[in-house]
T-cell receptor, first 112, second 111 residues
Framework: DTEVTQTPKHLVMGMTNKKSLKCEQHMGHRAMYWYKQKAKKPPELMFVYSYEKLSINESVPSRFSPECPNSSLLNLHLHALQPEDSALYLC???????????FGSGTQLSVL | EDQVTQSPEALRLQEGESSSLNCSYTVSGLRGLFWYRQDPGKGPEFLFTLYSAGEEKEKERLKATLTKKESFLHITAPKPEDSATYLCAVRIYNQGGKLIFGQGTELSVKP
């Protein structure tokens, strides 16, 4: 299994909602990542987890809250988002932080 | 400042018309250069990793090369299914899992 699975594929939420994005991999990778990508732009790093510990937080607003419950799962909790947060949210994993990344297909998020 | 620049921004080719995409970088210490392909609405798909100047990697119609200042992705006799955005990214020493991405080259191959 060489897949990174993200759910849901699409999400529409209001500015007062709370929702969560989920990511799962079964490749035994010890590093997992959240990226945000706007249309026609490259992915922007949000968070890096290494061995289930948060190792990089790229000054992301607190309305985004990551969680790594175990080595296979990564969540991104969303609360009080703004319309400008609408984007494709990508999860990725790698064997270690120095290795190539495998990306999921992403969650297309729209904030109304 | 660490920087990655891709050119051209967009490239239109006829099927069978070979060409090259460029990724130039200015970084403090290269720990790997990565090429990805991304289709609309999908996550990037890994193509190649290059670590040192002179290194080359090939996969089907694609060949990636690396010098001390830039990398090229050569596409030989492209087909319409090669149409996608090609992203270059670099990893730098002492920055953990962070990848610095270029802006991408949007490739369109017409039959």
């Amino acid at each position: 299994d060489t897949e990174v699975t993200q759910t849901p594929k699409h999400l529409v939420m209001g500015m007062t909602n709370k929702k969560s994005l989920k990511c799962e991999q079964h490749m035994g990778h010890r590093a997992m990542y959240w990226y945000k990508q706007k249309a026609k732009k490259p992915p922007e790093l949000m968070f890096v987890y290494s061995y289930e510990k948060l190792s990089i937080n790229e000054s992301v607003p607190s309305r985004f809250s990551p969680e790594c419950p175990n080595s296979s799962l990564l969540n991104l909790h969303l609360h009080a988002l703004q319309p400008e947060d609408s984007a494709l949210y990508l999860c990725a994993s790698s064997q270690f932080v120095s290795e190539k990344l495998f990306f999921g297909s992403g969650t297309q998020l729209s904030v109304l | 400042e660490d920087q990655v620049t891709q050119s051209p921004e967009a490239l239109r080719l006829q099927e069978g018309e070979s060409s090259s995409l460029n990724c130039s970088y200015t970084v403090s210490g290269l720990r790997g250069l990565f090429w990805y392909r991304q289709d609309p609405g999908k996550g990037p798909e890994f193509l190649f990793t290059l670590y040192s100047a002179g290194e080359e990697k090939e996969k089907e119609r694609l060949k990636a090369t690396l010098t001390k200042k830039e990398s090229f992705l050569h596409i030989t006799a492209p087909k319409p299914e090669d149409s996608a955005t090609y992203l270059c990214a670099v990893r730098i020493y002492n920055q953990g899992g962070k990848l610095i991405f270029g802006q991408g080259t949007e490739l369109s191959v017409k039959p």
